[in-house]
Structure formats: structure tokens, C-alpha cells
């Protein structure tokens, strides 16, 4: 068995968006170069941690941190999670597409690579990943990013997913990593085997970029409407589920200007796993933590600036149910190279073949595991 697991940081630090830190300010023209380093990496993990507190608020104030909603979503009861969900992948579509469009090289804004554990095909780490990725979101009433959300508001449920997940990114990171990644490899293929497989979906598909967004914006927007139509929403929506998703959309443009890349959760778990097992803690990793920390923070912050956004609807998770879902969402998450932001909303964004197949799997695992669960 080979396997080709991404190695690349869902959320590492890379230029801004914004003009180059070279640009001479009257402020900073007599610092030192050590002093400009030190200034610099400040700046950047106050960006890290403040973005990650606006995700972690927008998550709140569009209600999908609640269990009830993830569960009431995958067992088809309540259409609220969908339509957060797609508001959100469709406007960080949009936004992603601008700045690829502004900066066409820029090196956070490629697709997404596939995850492959050498078993049936370049893409079934993804396939088999986002399987225990829905899952664990049926069991536990959470995903990477809005555990920690949990955290920040106080749903008891979360704490024992919490838990769940830690443990994940430890068995990850101690050996189950490498145990997928350093399997003998293949024999080489003929000369004439099929090349390998496109990144993004519209070359997958053979359409234009242009078009297969304009196709996908519609169809997630024609789904929203008509989800808000034809369905109707639980306590838990203190605004609007489309309001929501525009937030969580506006919380990756903020990611995009001031950290230049996108959201995603689940590479923190296991560089937390990594660092409890005694590994180096290098700037990179660190600030991944501190974005993670940041939503709960941002969270925390808004349900008690606003407490009706922390009002959490009862829903009946056990404290074991809770941790074995956490630990399959975060051992599914690193198995496919993302979760629900990193591949949901991000990946989506960049239109990558393997974000689409992940998503997919994970719904529909979860939506099984949800009807069967009643």
C-alpha cells in the first residue's frame, strides 16, 4: 500500500493580499533588521488570532455550533446547516476567484491536492476520510471548527468532543501519519497507463473555469432559496441561515487580506497532537494553534456580548457518543487533508476535485449514520 497524504498547511502564513511588507512606512525606516522580524511576526500573530476570533464569532451568530443543528441537518429533520453551509462556499467562491484573478501565482490560492492511501484510486484517502469525517459529525453534533466553538459558548458535549479530537491528533501525529505514509511503494506503472488525475473540476470536466463557477454559484443559490422556501428553521437561528453564511464568507475574506490564505481547522490537531507528544513548536505551528484559539475566543466573546447567540436548543449527545465522534471526524479530517472549513468552504473555493469528493463522502456517511440513528 503507498500512500500520498497532503503535507501541505491548511492554514500557514504567506504574503498578504495587501501591499508588500517592504513598502517604507516613516514609522518603521529606523528599526532594526532584527527589530523588523520581531515587529513583523507580532503582526502577524495578532492577524492569526484575530481572524480565527471572527471565524469563531461568525460560526457562533450563524448557529451551525449547535448540535442540534449538525444532527437535525444530517438526519434531514432541518435544513439550516445547508443553507449556511452553501451561502458560505458560494461567496468564498466568489472571493477566491477575485483574488486569483488579482494575483494569479499566489501560492495558497491552488487546488487542493488529492489524498491518497494507495488503496483503490489517487483519491480514496478523501473518499475513506470524509466517511469517518461524517460520522463523527453525526455521533458527536460537531466538526473541527465548531467544537471549538462549543468551547467558547459552553456546550457540555463539545468538551467530551473536544477530548475526542485531542486523542485523534495524537494517534495521528505518533504514528498512524507515518504508518500510512511510509508503506512500500508500488510497482512502476507501464508507460501507457492513464496520467493522473486534474486538480480542479472543470478540468476534470473539460468546461471553462468561468463557467463551472457561474454553474455553481446558481445551483447553490437556486438550493438555498429554496431550502428558506420549503423548509423551516429551529430556535437556533437567531439570524437567518444565508445571514450566517454570508458572515462565515466575510470571515475568509478577512482571512485573505490580512494572513493571505484560507480557513481551515483541522491541521491544528495535529500539530497539537505532535507538540504533546514532544515535538517542536515551530512559528508556523504555533500559529496555526492561535488561530484555532481564536475561535474560541471570538466565540466566547460573542455569546456574552450578545447572549442570545449562546443560547444553545438541548439535544441528547453522550459524553461517549461526543468522543468517539470527535476522535473519527479528526482522524477522517487529516486521512482526506481537510474537514469541513479546509475542504468544505475552502477547497470548494478552489474548486478542487478532491474538496468535492470529500464534502461528499462526508455528507453522505453522515446522512446515512443519520437516518439509521433515527
Known amino acids: 500500500m503507498s500512500s500520498s497524504l497532503p503535507s501541505y498547511n491548511q492554514q500557514g ?36 488570532l484575530l481572524t480565527g476570533a471572527a471565524f469563531g464569532a461568525a460560526l ?7 448540535p442540534s443543528v449538525i444532527i437535525s441537518q444530517l438526519n434531514f429533520t ?17 472571493t477566491v476567484s477575485i483574488a486569483q484573478a488579482l494575483q494569479p501565482n499566489h501560492p495558497n490560492l491552488v487546488p487542493r491536492a488529492a489524498s491518497s492511501l494507495g488503496l483503490f484510486g489517487p483519491y480514496d484517502g478523501n473518499i475513506l476520510g470524509g466517511i469517518l469525517l461524517g460520522s463523527g459529525m453525526m455521533l458527536s453534533g460537531a466538526c473541527p471548527g465548531t467544537v471549538l466553538a462549543q468551547l467558547g459558548v459552553g456546550v457540555k458535549s463539545g468538551v467530551y468532543a473536544f477530548a475526542g ?10 504514528f498512524l501519519k507515518s504508518l500510512l505514509t511510509q508503506c512500500p511503494p508500488p510497482p512502476p506503472k507501464a508507460a501507457s497507463s492513464s496520467p493522473s488525475p486534474k486538480a480542479t473540476v472543470y478540468e476534470a470536466l473539460g468546461v471553462s473555469k468561468g463557467t463551472l463557477l457561474l454553474g455553481l454559484e446558481a445551483m447553490f443559490v437556486g438550493i438555498v432559496i429554496a431550502a428558506a422556501k420549503f423548509t423551516s428553521v429551529g430556535p437556533e437561528a437567531k ?15 478577512l482571512s485573505l487580506i490580512v494572513r493571505g490564505c484560507l480557513v481551515g481547522m483541522s491541521t491544528s ?37 450578545a447572549p442570545r447567540f449562546g443560547e444553545v436548543t438541548d439535544v441528547v449527545v453522550s459524553p461517549l457518543s461526543a468522543a468517539v465522534g470527535g476522535f473519527l471526524m479528526i482522524l477522517g479530517s487529516r486521512m482526506a487533508g481537510g474537514c469541513t472549513s479546509g475542504h468544505g468552504i475552502s477547497g470548494i473555493s478552489l474548486l478542487s ?22
Do not use: C
Open 353 to 374: 476535485v478532491s474538496s468535492f469528493l470529500t464534502v461528499g463522502a462526508t455528507f453522505a456517511a453522515g446522512g446515512l449514520m443519520g437516518l439509521l440513528m433515527g
Open 239 to 253: 439570524i437567518p441561515p444565508y445571514y450566517g453564511g454570508m458572515l462565515i464568507a466575510g470571515a475568509q475574506l
Open 60 to 66: 457562533t451568530a450563524s448557529g451551525v455550533f449547535q
Open 13 to 48: 502564513e504567506s504574503s498578504s493580499l495587501l501591499p508588500s511588507a517592504n513598502t517604507p512606512t516613516t514609522e518603521t525606516d529606523s528599526l532594526s533588521p532584527t527589530q523588523h522580524i520581531e515587529q513583523k511576526g507580532a503582526m502577524s500573530e495578532t492577524n492569526t
Open 269 to 305: 490537531y495535529e500539530e497539537v497532537g505532535g507538540w504533546m507528544l514532544g515535538g517542536k513548536l515551530v512559528p508556523e505551528k504555533y500559529r496555526n494553534m492561535l488561530f484555532s484559539a481564536g475561535v474560541i475566543v471570538g466565540s466566547y466573546f460573542l455569546s456574552h456580548v
Open 165 to 174: 479530537a485531542s486523542l485523534a491528533g495524537v494517534v495521528w501525529s505518533g
Open 78 to 94: 432541518n435544513f439550516h446547516m445547508i443553507q449556511t453551509f452553501l451561502t458560505a462556499a458560494a461567496g468564498s467562491a466568489a
